[in-house]
């Protein structure tokens, strides 16, 4: 029996897939997908900053802390720089024509949000068995069936329909593309959201 209580459906929230895929192509006209000097498989184009502040949004501050551990010891080690998501609340200018600032307003009068940022996901590749401070809100814009995020021992694959998804990021987790073209989703930290 598949146990998919780290994955909760978003209901009554949809959005338009295509408008979202045009969104993403005006964005990728502007801004090439970032990523921390020295990291590889990660790779994101944020969307809101703090106000005022442009830096927010560059080198680490895209990627921010997370807990992992990383050899066979099993012990827990930080990574990265800790930052306050509360502060994230200023949309980024370059990109208020597209459909994500009225998807950004949408979410921001449902939920508490941190960072909303674009994560690629290339082919063949994987993030690091890790957990974050807070539970994480994707939407699939591109994506295949060789797609899939882990939490703990359990895999889904959340298909790119428009469809919204809270994922319980705070447990050990982490996300893969097994398949041949790239993976896109619009994720934004969630920064009072608590899973039952």
């Known amino acids: 029996m598949n146990n998919f209580q780290d994955f909760h459906t978003v209901k ?3 959005f338009d897939i295509n408008k979202l895929k045009n969104a993403l192509n005006e964005v990728l ?3 090439s997908y970032g990523s921390p000097k020295g990291i590889t498989n990660f790779a994101a184009i944020c969307l809101n900053q703090i106000p005022g502040k442009p830096d927010s949004i560059k080198g680490n501050n895209s990627r921010g802390v997370y807990w992992t ?3 066979h010891s099993g012990k827990e080690v930080s990574r990265d720089v800790n930052l306050d998501e509360t502060l994230y609340t200023e949309f980024v200018k370059d990109f208020e024509h597209t459909y994500f ?3 950004y307003k949408q979410l921001s009068s449902k939920f508490k ?3 909303v940022r674009i994560l690629l996901k290339e082919p063949r590749s994987t993030l690091s068995w890790h957990r974050d401070p807070e539970p994480r809100l994707h939407i699939p ?3 295949n069936p060789g797609c899939h995020m882990v939490i703990e021992n359990v895999a889904k694959h959340l298909p790119a329909d428009g469809s919204v998804y809270i994922t319980n990021n705070v447990k050990y987790h982490n996300a893969f593309n097994g398949g ?3 993976r ?3 994720v934004a930290c969630l920064t009072d959201y608590k899973f039952q």
């Open 113 to 115: 949000l941190g960072r």
């Open 180 to 182: 041949e073209e790239n």
């Open 29 to 31: 006209k502007i801004k």
């Open 69 to 71: 551990k990383p050899d």
């Open 101 to 103: 600032k009225e998807v």
């Open 184 to 186: 896109v989703h619009l």
């Open 141 to 143: 814009i591109i994506t």
């Open 12 to 14: 009554d929230l949809k």
